[in-house]
């Protein structure tokens, strides 16, 4: 007998999330340096839906998958896209999406305020290592001298409303869809709720 949350259907939604997230890579809108994608939106509905490891495990696919060549990053794919200044929010998905799933694996009786309030913290991680990332590169391999604020300003000012409204929009996404979707793996692995 498999372990519970191994099945076919669990690592379906962790493939499917990873794609989703690759195909809001191509939803964007140019900004600065940073544009703004609805890449952020699934990220916040893998880690609230599939839990803390199989929502990771579906960005670290979306992750090799793209460094592996697969041009489904905002600029393309592949491992010299470690050298892109963006390349740290990526880094930030797989951080906020299992920070996310750990925060609604402890609670019960989910609510939208629940959602809410883990897509918020899972911004953390996302803009800690965006911001940081952006800031190394700009000063050292990109060789442009930005000051800190300048990448504060351009790599998290600039977006952070967008990605307010997307907190919002996933939390919504995600108390409808949790309702749909009962068989979610996290919730088969804790016996259901």
Same mark, same amino acid.
């Given at each position: 007998?498999?372990?519970?949350?191994?099945?076919?259907?669990?690592?379906?939604?962790?493939?499917?999330?990873?794609?989703?997230? =690759?195909?809001? =890579?191509?939803?964007?809108?140019?900004?600065?340096?940073?544009?703004?994608?609805?890449?952020?939106?699934?990220?916040?509905?893998?880690?609230?839906?599939?839990?803390?490891?199989?929502? =990771?495990?579906?960005?670290?696919?979306?992750?090799?998958?793209?460094?592996?060549?697969?041009?489904?990053?905002?600029?393309?794919?592949?491992?010299?896209?470690?050298?892109?200044?963006?390349?740290?929010?990526?880094?930030?998905?797989?951080?906020?999406?299992?920070?996310?799933?750990?925060?609604?694996?402890?609670?019960?009786?989910?609510?939208?305020?629940?959602?809410?309030?883990?897509?918020?913290?899972?911004?953390?991680?996302?803009? =800690?290592?965006?911001?940081?990332?952006?800031?190394?590169?700009?000063?050292?391999?990109?060789?442009?001298?930005?000051?800190?604020?300048?990448?504060?300003?351009?790599?998290?000012?600039?977006?952070?409303?967008?990605?307010?409204?997307?907190?919002?929009?996933?939390?919504?996404?995600?108390?409808?869809?949790?309702?749909?979707?009962?068989?979610?793996?996290?919730?088969?692995?804790?016996?259901?709720?």
């Amino acid at each position: 007998m498999s372990r519970p949350g191994s099945s076919p259907f669990s690592l379906i939604l962790v493939a499917l999330f990873a794609a989703l997230t =690759a195909i809001g =890579a191509y939803i964007k809108i140019p900004l600065t340096v940073d544009p703004f994608t609805l890449q952020i939106l699934f990220v916040f509905l893998s880690g609230a839906l599939l839990g803390s490891k199989r929502g =990771a495990l579906s960005q670290l696919l979306y992750l090799g998958v793209g460094l592996a060549g697969f041009p489904i990053f905002t600029s393309g794919g592949g491992i010299i896209y470690v050298l892109k200044p963006t390349f740290g929010y990526l880094i930030g998905f797989v951080l906020a999406s299992y920070l996310i799933g750990k925060l609604i694996e402890k609670r019960s009786n989910l609510r939208f305020r629940d959602y809410l309030l883990a897509n918020f913290a899972g911004m953390i991680p996302v803009y =800690a290592c965006g911001v940081l990332y952006l800031y190394l590169s700009m000063n050292t391999w990109v060789g442009e001298s930005a000051s800190f604020w300048y990448v504060f300003m351009t790599g998290f000012v600039l977006n952070v409303t967008g990605d307010v409204i997307l907190c919002f929009a996933a939390a919504i996404l995600a108390v409808r869809l949790q309702k749909a979707l009962p068989r979610l793996p996290y919730m088969s692995a804790k016996g259901g709720r």
